[in-house]
């Protein structure tokens, strides 16, 4: 049996009929750009939200930077986030020519360490940003309380957590002033190509992220802001529309899956701990062990494709390096990223494939030493590991 770590021709399969009257909709228009498609989803995305105010972009990387420059962050200030993350949070921040200033995360949700965040605040930082990691979210309300403090601007980082709601109150990037999402494919809702959108509650971001987007224009050719160029197409703001209202199910169906490994591994890895907060969607399976790499290579000699989200901490990357963090920094997120595995997890992922990866983990840890030690050794942090042979279009 195969189990790929994502499949996104199953997943046009499933959704095909929508999807191709989407696209021909609009290719039939002669409206690419800016036109009825991103206006409907647009209105569509802020019920789904319950947020006032949506804006469609071209990318999750550039929906962080644009709540960013929206709040007047550039150079000189300072942005506090957690190092494990993907990157492009960080480069949004760096985007701006704000400094990031990382805080350390909780080891067992993955998220970032609030009471970390107060200690980290300068006369310079202007805003934070909780990443709501693997599908559940930062908890907020201290968080948000520290923010008015000290008039930082919250942008919630929701592209791994479409759907996810905190305490019943609300949904993910609807708390914040901001909220970042991505539409890259594999997420819990996924463009047929690059995508994202920013919410939010205050009618003034919403009127200055309509104009950053969109080359800083008030109207045509009168030039407000220096902005750029930053617009979800109406090709992919079809397909978005179209599968919108799927969302709340194949979430359900990746806690299914996260239910049935979580049973079925529980006592042979660390599995992933739902904080008592937020609703996981489980945008990725994270677990946790010590034998990570042979685990791996065990699993893909069985046909099942792993992947590690993220290998190397922001802090410790070298692009990075200018801001000299030091091994030893940020010591709950060092020591995840040595030990944390990404399971397969995706609404088509069938039971019978769960239950061959399950079996799978299981006779890698019931096999002898040998076995566990792998062919190679366990690879330190910041050594970037050997990209895997026909690794399909996954998550960022
Ligand atoms: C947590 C997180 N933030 C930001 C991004 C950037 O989104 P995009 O790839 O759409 O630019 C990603 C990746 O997709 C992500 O996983």
């Not at 195969?2 to 609009?26: M, T």
Request: proline share 6%.
């Amino acid at each position: 049996m195969k189990v790929p770590f994502g499949d996104l021709r199953v997943h046009y399969a499933q959704v095909q009929a929508e999807i191709d009257g989407a696209v021909k909709r609009v290719l039939s228009s002669g409206h690419y750009i800016l036109g009825p498609e991103l206006e409907r989803f647009e209105r569509d995305f802020e019920e789904f939200l319950g947020s006032p105010y949506v804006i469609g972009c071209a990318s999750g990387t550039e929906a962080i930077y644009l709540a960013l420059a929206a709040w007047g962050v550039g150079p000189g200030d300072e942005v506090i986030v957690v190092a494990h993350t993907a990157v492009p949070t960080i480069s949004a921040i760096s985007m701006t020519g704000a400094t990031p200033v990382f805080v350390d995360i909780d080891a067992s949700s993955y998220v970032m360490d609030v009471g970390e965040v107060r200690s980290r605040i300068t006369e310079r930082t202007r805003a934070v940003v909780p990443v709501h990691l693997y599908g559940q979210m930062v908890d907020l309300d201290p968080l948000l309380e520290l923010a008015r403090d000290y008039n930082l601007a919250v942008i919630e980082d929701v592209a791994q957590a479409t759907g996810c709601t905190y305490k019943d109150r609300g949904t993910a990037g609807t708390f914040g002033d901001y909220g970042a999402f991505s539409f890259y494919p594999s997420k819990n809702l996924g463009a047929f190509g690059d995508g994202g959108a920013v919410c939010t509650g205050s009618r003034e971001n919403y009127e200055r992220l309509v104009m950053l987007r969109n080359y800083g224009q008030s109207r045509r050719y009168y030039h407000d802001m220096v902005g750029i160029n930053s617009r979800l197409d109406e090709l992919q703001a079809a397909i978005l529309g179209a599968q919108l209202p799927f969302v709340g199910q194949w979430n359900e169906r990746r806690r299914q899956i996260a239910r049935r490994y979580s049973q079925g591994l529980k006592d042979v890895v660390q599995v992933p701990s739902e904080n008592t907060w937020s609703s996981h969607v489980y945008h990725l399976y994270v677990i946790q062990t010590a034998g990570r790499e042979a685990l791996q290579e065990y699993l893909l000699d069985r046909g099942i494709q792993t992947l590690i989200h993220y290998p190397i901490p922001a802090h410790l990357q070298k692009a990075y390096s200018y801001l000299g963090y030091q091994h030893g920094d940020l010591p709950a997120t060092e020591h995840v990223t040595k030990r944390i595995l990404s399971l397969p997890i995706y609404p088509e992922l069938t039971d019978g494939q769960v239950d061959y990866v399950i079996e799978g983990i299981r006779s890698f840890h019931k096999a002898g030493p040998a076995t566990q030690q792998g062919r190679g050794s366990e690879s330190p942090v910041a050594v970037p590991l050997t990209p895997q042979a026909n690794t399909p279009p996954a998550t960022v």
